[in-house]
C-alpha cells in the first residue's frame, strides 16, 4: 500500500570551525519526525563528519552535532525531512 508522504531535501555547505550547525527558516508544510543526514567531506579527505540530529526536528528546521569541528572547506551535509 502506497501512502502520500511529504518530503523535504536540501545540503548546507559548512564553515571552518564548525562544531553543530542549525537549519532553521524552512517554513515547511508539515511537521517531520525524520531527518536522514549524509555527510560530505572535502575532496582531498579530511576528518569524519559524524552528524549527528539534536533534538527534533520542527517545521522551521533542526540542529545538528557535527561530532568534529570543521578544520578546512569542503565540509558540507545533504539532509531529507519527512
Known sequence: MFQERLV???YVTL???ASTWSVTGLGLQFAPT???ITPQ???NGGLALNPK???APTKDGFNVDLGITTDGAGYGFG???F
Open 8 to 10: 523535504y531535501l536540501g
Open 15 to 17: 564553515p571552518v570551525g
Open 34 to 36: 525524520t531527518v536522514i
Open 41 to 43: 567531506l572535502p575532496a
Open 53 to 55: 540530529l539534536m533534538g
Open 79 to 81: 539532509f531529507l525531512m
